[in-house]
């Protein structure tokens, strides 16, 4: 268990160190923040919604101020595989999977929170209408929060799914790629999950990727109510062990045919 | 029973070949790395593993520390069995592989030792006592607040050492340890290892080009070709039988030396110098000198033995590797 945590505390330090690097992901992130937001009210300006405005812009800044969980990616671990250096995980007296694992969930959490904090302060900021709103209640922040946290164990998953192709392929880029497009599409970043038509989405919440954010931003802005939270955390929950066990089969098998090619 | 047992140990890796001229599918070409390897090592021996390359060298020393797993045959290692036993096996036993880096790119190595301490779980005291041990053996202090990203490569290999030791290993991998270090940094490094045998009785397995390195180093030396061992031994007993030149360089007082040499010497005259090439089974270095000092006043003479690198490069060429 000790180096487990010893990692995870290790890669947060890390993280403080790309002070660079988080400012300008903040100022990227506020752009298209804003560039969404123009959007949306045009949108709503245009034609009159049955969801306030509100909403959509406080989903937005949301999504916008958590990217970095959903698609940061440790180019180390990708380094790793790609120059061969992993050969020296795989002798270590740990499992690698959850080496792995933690060391991607706390480049998540510290990535995300670095930049997360200060958007958020800055969008509470914004002119009515443009910014983000208070949570619906307190109990529905809380439960955000958890839901936040569940997401992260299934994002973290995810990454070490696509791991498992890079392993196999010695490319990132090409199954980042696709995956990427897919989690954008299907989470929300790209278009707020709560205006893909109401038939759509009864499949779309249900994918892994609405677990990650679409989820717990919709217990922020009181669009699932507080009541039905166990539910929702219970789905989460499902989908997060469901793609822990593939990543660890995923893992397990390319182990099998590893091969550590020059010197 | 030894301490490492391997026992025709084979392992094949599946290469896709470069699609030819219509057909619709890839090749594929199996090739054998290592072609049933066997040997035994015992507790506290250095061991050199050489090689062409492209020989197996690097595939057995994965196999050996867990990585790989065989296709057939046995290896064990203190009675364990690397790939099947893998997280119980790898705490024995330390690596550093040449070309690669253990250590985190972009903090202070210290840091990385740190978590390296957590990994292994590492008692805080003995920690202490092996950090302050091989600081000093290998001279970090100044380094160790630097992120690695800053050391040079000599700096980087001392740095990877210490690394790989930390948790006192039995049995030390090192796959070209040298590799792209200068002079100090290679006699540092070996000096480093040879204490580091004698004093903990740590049994070292080491693959290299540098045939200095087996010299001063390793008693005993397998030389690897093809996937199969040919040779198993000391380093002497390897060179004997392709060290069968002498070279001897002579300068004269006299502008004209007289020599009268018997056939099977080969003489090249260039600036004054005079360098006979001859094999002292046909002509011992004893009739050799005394026949060169016959023929004038000699300033300046010097006698070589053939090149350590030319000797290996022979030995390849004759196994036909």
Same mark, same amino acid.
């Given at each position: 268990m000790r180096a487990y945590i010893s990692v995870f505390k290790m890669r947060l330090k890390m993280e403080t160190q790309y002070r660079g690097a988080m400012l300008g992901g903040i100022i990227c992130q506020m752009f298209f923040g804003i560039v969404l937001v123009a959007l949306y009210r045009a949108l709503f300006d245009s034609k009159a919604q049955t969801i306030p405005i509100e909403q959509v812009t406080t989903y937005v800044w949301l999504q916008q101020a958590f990217f970095r969980m959903m698609v940061a990616t440790d180019m180390d671990l990708w380094d790793k595989v790609k120059t061969g250096n992993i050969s020296?995980? &795989?002798?270590? $007296?740990?499992d690698m999977y959850w080496f792995y694992y933690i060391r991607i969930s706390a480049q998540k959490l510290m990535g995300s929170l670095m930049r997360g904090i200060p958007m !958020?302060?800055?969008a509470f900021l914004l002119p009515k209408g443009w910014g983000m709103v208070p949570p619906a209640s307190f109990a529905g922040l809380l439960s955000c929060i958890l839901a936040l946290v569940i997401g992260l164990l299934c994002m973290c998953a995810l990454e070490n799914i696509t791991m498992g192709f890079t392993m196999r392929t010695l490319d990132a880029k090409g199954m980042q790629g696709l995956l990427n497009l897919l989690m954008v599409t299907? #989470?929300?970043?790209?278009?707020?999950?709560? @205006?893909?038509? *109401? #038939?759509?989405?009864?499949?779309?919440?249900?994918? $892994?990727?609405?677990?990650?954010? *679409?989820?717990?931003?919709r217990l922020y802005t009181g669009e699932y109510p507080v009541s039905g939270a166990?539910? +929702?955390? &219970?789905?989460?929950?499902?989908?997060?062990?469901? @793609? +822990?066990?593939?990543?660890?089969?995923?893992?397990?098998? %390319?182990?099998?045919? !590893?091969?550590v090619q020059g010197g | 029973m030894s301490y490492i047992e391997v026992n025709n140990l084979r392992k094949t890796f599946t290469v896709r070949k470069k699609?030819?001229? =219509?057909?619709?599918?890839?090749?594929?070409?199996?090739?054998?790395?290592?072609q049933g390897i066997s040997f035994v090592v015992e507790k506290g021996e250095l061991v050199?593993?050489?090689?062409? %390359? =492209?020989?197996g060298k690097s595939t057995t020393v994965k196999i050996l520390s867990g990585i790989l797993t065989p296709e057939s045959g046995e290896a064990k290692v203190g009675g364990r069995i690397p790939w099947k036993e893998r997280k119980e096996y790898v705490k024995h036993i330390g690596v550093v592989f040449g070309q690669r880096s253990q250590l985190w790119w972009d903090v202070p190595i210290v840091d990385s030792y740190s978590l390296l301490k957590d990994i292994y779980r590492i008692p805080e005291k003995d920690y202490k006592d092996r950090m302050d041990e091989l600081v000093e053996a290998l001279q970090l202090e100044k380094l160790l607040r630097t992120p690695l990203r800053l050391l040079s490569l000599g700096q980087r290999m001392r740095a990877e050492?210490? =690394? #790989?030791?930390?948790?006192?290993?039995?049995?030390?991998? @090192? *796959?070209?340890?040298?590799? =792209?270090?200068?002079?100090?940094? /290679?006699?540092?490094?070996? *000096?480093?290892? /040879?204490?580091? %045998?004698?004093e903990h009785g740590t049994t070292i397995m080491l693959t290299t080009h540098d045939m200095e390195d087996i010299a001063e180093l390793c008693s005993r030396v397998m030389v690897l070709g093809h996937g199969q061992k040919l040779f198993d031994g000391n380093l002497k007993d390897l060179l004997e039988k392709y060290d069968t030149v002498r070279t001897v360089t002579v300068k004269y007082n006299t502008a004209e030396p007289k020599l009268e040499l018997t056939e099977g010497a080969q003489i090249i005259k260039k600036d004054g110098e005079i360098r006979i090439t001859y094999t002292p089974s046909e002509i011992p270095t004893a009739n050799m000198l005394e026949l060169l000092q016959r023929a004038g006043n000699i300033n300046e003479m010097t006698l070589e033995s053939e090149n350590i690198d030319h000797l290996i490069a022979a030995m390849y060429k004759e196994m036909d590797l």
């Open positions: 020296y995980d &795989l002798c270590r $007296p740990v !958020m302060i800055v299907f #989470s929300g970043n790209l278009l707020p999950l709560t @205006l893909f038509p *109401d #038939s759509w989405q009864k499949v779309i919440t249900m994918l $892994p990727y609405a677990q990650l954010l *679409d989820a717990p931003i166990p539910l +929702i955390f &219970l789905r989460q929950a499902v989908w997060a062990v469901i @793609l +822990i066990l593939l990543g660890v089969w995923f893992w397990r098998a %390319n182990r099998k045919k !590893m091969i | 699609r030819e001229k =219509g057909k619709f599918f890839r090749e594929m070409e199996i090739i054998e790395a290592l050199g593993y050489i090689g062409p %390359n =492209g020989a050492l210490c =690394g #790989s030791l930390l948790h006192r290993p039995e049995l030390l991998f @090192l *796959d070209e340890p040298t590799i =792209g270090l200068d002079a100090v940094s /290679k006699l540092a490094l070996r *000096d480093f290892l /040879k204490w580091e %045998n004698k």
